[in-house]
């Protein structure tokens, strides 16, 4: 069985986290959508005014297996931060050795010592090994929500007025 660290990634994984971007893009049937750049991962999680946070999964060999990467949410009604999980990826040579609950657990903990009130995050509906796993910790699914999303040129159009 491999043994597994997680670490807090840095600039100098852009690349790597990259990669995983575009294999989990390419996962998710959208490859062309990727318009990161190492240049932009690095500037976008690692520059200055960043909210953004990441961790590297990897073997005690140094061998990245997977990476999450994610944000502080709010929560009007509990006044407190959440913690809101935007990717996480596992390389498939490393799927089913647990280390998407590795990194959900280092996730959980994560929120807990930061006194978030929730931890959330989405996934798309067709993606059973995925949701196998959120079940399998607790998990609940929140269907009374939709959610909408505002991007490209219909956003532009909308600031403008």
């Not at 990897?58 to 935007?86: D, H, R």
């Not at 949701?131 to 929500?145: F, H, K, L, M, T």
Request: charged share 25%; aromatic share 12%.
């Amino acid at each position: 069985m491999t043994a597994y660290r997680i670490r807090p990634a840095t600039a100098a994984d852009a690349a790597v986290i990259l990669r995983f971007i575009r294999e989990l893009a390419e996962y998710e049937k959208a490859l062309e959508e990727v318009k990161a750049t190492e240049e932009t991962v690095a500037a976008s999680i690692f520059g200055k005014g960043s909210v953004t946070r990441a961790a590297i999964c990897e073997t005690e060999a140094g061998e990245p297996a997977g990476f999450a990467v994610w944000f502080k949410s709010y929560s009007t009604w509990q006044a407190k931060n959440g913690l809101y999980l935007e990717d996480l990826y596992v390389t498939p040579a490393h799927r089913g050795g647990g280390v998407g609950k590795l990194l959900m657990r280092h996730l959980a903990r994560v929120a807990v010592e930061e006194g978030c009130g929730r931890f959330e995050w989405s996934v798309l509906d067709w993606n059973e090994p995925a949701i196998r796993v959120y079940d399998s910790i607790g998990a609940e699914p929140q269907n009374e929500w939709i959610r909408y999303r505002l991007s490209g040129d219909r956003l532009k159009k909308f600031a403008e007025g």
